[in-house]
């Protein structure tokens, strides 16, 4: 049997090791803050602000127009939140303006 020794691109082991990492560590609002930024990208973290209560994770826009695109993009946001930090930390996004 022929073993490949084939080397993955870092693009793609670098997210999966991420998310183990911050799996593994204690949930802390650093952590929300880091997940939420890696989740949405710098431009949607600069005008917004992240908590989580209860497993709800409260998001506040800086301008309707940022809520009603968050709001649409909730769901995507969600998985990668969860995937990020686990299923069962946040089980549901709360946006407001």
């Not at 998001?59 to 930090?85: H, K, N």
């Amino acid at each position: 049997m022929i073993r490949s020794n084939a080397v993955l691109p870092i693009a793609r082991v670098i997210p999966g090791a991420v998310a183990e990492l911050l799996r593994a560590s204690p949930l802390s609002p650093g952590k929300v803050d880091f997940a939420w930024r890696t989740a949405v990208g710098p431009a949607v973290q600069r005008v917004s602000a992240v908590r989580l209560e209860n497993q709800v994770l409260l998001v506040d826009a800086s301008s309707r127009q940022w809520s009603a695109e968050l709001s649409r993009s909730s769901p995507v946001i969600l998985q990668r939140m969860q995937w990020l930090l686990g299923a069962d930390v946040i089980r549901e996004i709360v946006i407001r303006a």
